[in-house]
């Protein structure tokens, strides 16, 4: 079993619709990543968080550290914002060999206009 | 320019030649990564740094080595390379996480698309 579960693994949404995509984990962690990637393009970092909620725009991030689970929430969808998400797990605190950071396989995400 | 470079961003290359992935970043951070991505499995870690004389495998550093030659570059070299080391390789970068300080969020390259054939 992967350590860290994306779901859905597939999304199609139409324009203006609220997206959520959820991330499971199932180790101890100091913080979760949300990243996105666009078709053929490079990744960038959407948010870095260790508690609670945090906002950019349209994208609202949130995760539960009891439940061990994160989400990741689109507002009024554009097809702009068709890309592949990606959910990582960071554990481990300070240097060297106690680091890892473990990702999900990612949401592919398609906003029809 | 791109905070993180990487160089070539694709390569075509035959079963036993020796490779080299090549990256360079402008934002100063003493953290660097090198990940394969494969489709279906996501990011996998090959190796990282943490500073230029700290070296690290990841969970999947056989048939690879790096080189920290400064704080802004990281190299990966395939010594003798195999088919199933076709994949997208991309550099990261980040900041040593502080407590109400930096909060360690990556910073990737555009990739590397490498071919064996």
């Known amino acids: 079993k992967n350590e860290v579960e994306q779901s859905p693994q597939n999304l199609t949404a139409q324009e203006g619709e609220f997206i959520t995509i959820n991330c499971s984990y199932s180790?101890?962690?100091?913080?979760l990543h949300w990243l996105q990637q666009h078709p053929g393009g490079g990744i960038v970092s959407l948010f870095m968080?260790?508690?609670g909620k945090k906002k950019h725009g349209r994208l609202i991030a949130t995760i539960n550290i009891q439940e061990k689970h994160s989400s990741l929430h689109i507002t009024a969808s554009h097809p702009r914002d068709s890309a592949v998400y990606i959910c990582?797990?960071?554990?481990?605190?300070?240097?060297?060999?106690?680091?890892?950071?473990?990702f999900g396989k990612g949401t592919l995400l398609t906003v029809n206009p | 320019d791109a905070d993180v470079t990487q160089t070539p961003r694709n390569r075509i290359t035959k079963t036993g030649k020796r490779i080299m992935l090549e990256c360079s970043q402008t934002?100063?951070?003493?953290?660097m990564y090198w990940y394969r991505q494969d489709p279906g499995l996501g990011l996998r870690l090959i190796y990282y740094?943490?500073?230029?004389?700290?070296?690290n495998k990841g969970e999947i550093s056989d048939g690879y080595s790096v080189s920290r030659q400064a704080q802004a570059k990281f190299s990966l070299s395939l010594e003798s390379a195999i088919p199933n080391q076709t994949a997208l390789y991309f550099c990261?970068?980040?900041?040593?996480?502080?407590?109400?300080?930096?909060?360690?969020?990556?910073?990737f390259g555009e990739g590397s698309r490498l071919t064996v054939l």
């Open positions: 990261a970068t980040s900041e040593i996480p502080v407590a109400g300080g930096h909060t360690g969020e990556l910073f």
């Open positions: 180790v101890g962690i100091s913080a």
């Open positions: 968080l260790s508690s």
């Open positions: 990582a797990v960071r554990s481990g605190v300070g240097g060297g060999s106690n680091y890892k950071l473990t």
């Open positions: 934002k100063g951070h003493d953290r």
């Open positions: 740094s943490f500073d230029v004389k700290d070296i």
